[in-house]
């Protein structure tokens, strides 16, 4: 079992940054690969980064690549970030972590195991 719990989120202006952090428990949690996905009004949860469980190897949505970086706490092992910057309108939206106990980082909802309650990210033209 594992539990994630977001923060970080708010309101920013565009061009900002924000910096959203997961926090994790459960005694596996390091061995899952975890992502970040994000949802705003009226449309679809959207994929925008992922992580392998050993932080080798991170992917990211065409719209967010480039401005947007996902880390984890090796250390730690118990925490995993996504820094925005360069933040536009269009990234407002409720973010969420989820973890995924497949065998490789994965881009798709469906194959996330656990999820985190979301953090809202509000970003003003």
């Known amino acids: 079992q594992v539990t994630l719990v977001e923060s970080g989120g708010g309101l920013v202006q565009a061009g900002g940054s924000l910096r959203l952090s997961c926090a994790a428990s459960g005694r596996a949690f390091s061995s899952y690969h975890m992502g970040w996905f994000r949802q705003a009004p009226g449309k679809e949860r959207e994929f925008v980064a992922a992580?392998?469980?050993?932080?080798?190897?991170?992917?990211y949505a065409a719209a967010v690549k480039g401005r947007f970086t996902i880390t984890r706490d090796l250390a730690a092992k118990n925490t995993v970030t996504l820094q925005l910057t360069s933040l536009k309108p269009e990234d407002t939206a409720v973010y969420y972590c989820a973890a995924s106990g497949r065998l490789d980082a994965t881009t798709r909802e469906a194959e996330y195991d656990y999820w985190g309650q979301g953090t809202q990210v509000t970003v003003s033209s």
């Open positions: 992580i392998r469980y050993n932080g080798i190897g991170t992917y």
